[in-house]
């Protein structure tokens, strides 16, 4: 098992991480999860900069959204291109703390 904070590996039956001391969810991830956790950063600038066609949603799993994102910049002639580079920014301050797969993203 990994911490899902600090991505250390952890006993099965710890209730805490030696290593940052956060409590271990009962479901913590498994191996393969832990390799396949989305970077903060990278979904952040992703929105940011490539926000208006959804690139950062794409990234991070939601399909749907991504898509919907292109649609209203394309109806909205550029203007909705700043729901993504708002979602952008509160990726980089944390506000999303999960992929589509439930996966915790990674700083």
């Not at 999960?98 to 990674?106: Q, S, V």
Request: net charge positive; aromatic share 12%; glycine share 14%.
């Amino acid at each position: 098992m990994y911490c899902s904070k600090c991505g250390k590996q952890v006993a099965e039956n710890a209730s805490f991480c030696p290593a940052c001391g956060s409590q271990i969810r009962q479901s913590s991830l498994t191996a393969e999860e832990y390799y396949e956790r989305k970077s903060r950063i990278a979904a952040g600038l992703l929105g940011i900069f490539l926000g208006s066609i959804g690139v950062h949603r794409f990234y991070l799993g939601y399909v749907g959204i991504g898509i919907a994102q292109i649609i209203v910049t394309i109806v909205t002639l550029g203007i909705g291109s700043i729901w993504g580079f708002i979602e952008g920014i509160l990726i980089l301050t944390g506000s999303f703390q999960y992929d589509a797969k439930g996966i915790p993203l990674r700083d």
